[in-house]
């Protein structure tokens, strides 16, 4: 079983900069791919961004230019740079690993960003 726990979020204006985090431990199986997913109030959850323990990466139209997902593959952990954030990025965001044999949720960081 993986543990996931995130940090960094908080509250930030309009135009301005957050970095998530999102720390793995317990049994980490190669090859894995980590996310990170969001939901806001009264909203499904959504994928942010993904990426594989390989570097491959993808990120969710909305954020693209604004925001990068990087890892650490040393640390097991995995990043969300997030720029010039909007009012409309606010919600709680959600680190996820997966791989063939676990699949783990983290218990998500608040982001409220005020316009």
């Known amino acids: 079983q993986v543990q996931l726990v995130e940090s960094g979020g908080g509250l930030v204006q309009a135009g301005g900069s957050l970095r998530l985090s999102c720390a793995a431990s317990?049994?980490?199986?190669?090859?894995?791919?980590m996310a990170w997913y969001r939901q806001a109030p009264g909203q499904q959850r959504e994928l942010v961004a993904a990426i594989t323990s390989g570097g491959a990466f993808n990120e969710a139209d909305s954020v693209k230019g604004r925001f990068t997902i990087f890892r650490d593959n040393a640390k097991n952990t995995v990043y969300l740079q997030m720029n010039s954030l909007k009012a409309e990025d606010t919600a709680v965001y959600f680190c996820?690993?997966?791989?063939?044999?676990?699949?783990?949720w983290g218990q998500g960081t608040q982001v409220t960003v005020s316009s």
């Open positions: 996820y690993s997966s791989s063939r044999w676990s699949q783990s």
């Open positions: 317990g049994t980490i199986y190669s090859p894995n791919t």
